[in-house]
């Protein structure tokens, strides 16, 4: 973890202290570590992503040890997530859409865009109400 503080660090200070591609160039300019930044997001998402598949098994293995109706009832979270993405991705619409006068047209990135977006308000959404059902009691009445 502090190894990560510390690259995220080094490279935040690359990105705003390093200096500008063009510095004539007024409002189009940009930092020369543009790049590296967007490197690094990509693989903190990376190690994210797998470290999150990797923890997620290893606690189903050694939950299936000592209740495996428990271990198949934590999946169902999981199954959850998979059927809020699938069903945000085929809610996403794939028409091209004008930004910065610039058409974008790639019917995969804007249906992917869209599915993130719909997931989000989704998820937002069920936890909000999740939330207000739990503050009102009627959860710990009911016995699982």
Request: proline content about 3%.
């Amino acid at each position: 973890m502090y190894a990560c503080f510390i690259v995220i660090l080094v490279v935040l200070a690359m990105f705003y202290f390093v200096g500008y591609t063009n510095p004539i160039a007024g409002d189009l300019n940009a930092p020369e570590h543009t790049d590296t930044l967007i490197f690094l997001m990509y693989g903190l998402l990376v190690l994210t992503i797998l470290l999150t598949l990797i923890a997620a098994v290893m606690q189903f293995g050694a939950a299936f040890k000592d209740s495996p109706m428990g271990a198949i009832k934590s999946l169902m979270g999981l199954l959850f997530l998979v059927v809020v993405i699938v069903v945000s991705y085929a809610l996403g619409s794939g028409e091209p859409v004008m930004a910065n006068n610039e058409l974008y047209t790639d019917a995969l990135w804007l249906k992917l865009t869209d599915m993130f977006l719909n997931a989000m308000y989704i998820l937002l959404g069920i936890t909000a109400l999740l939330t207000i059902v739990n503050m009102t009691g009627i959860v710990k009445k009911i016995k699982f």
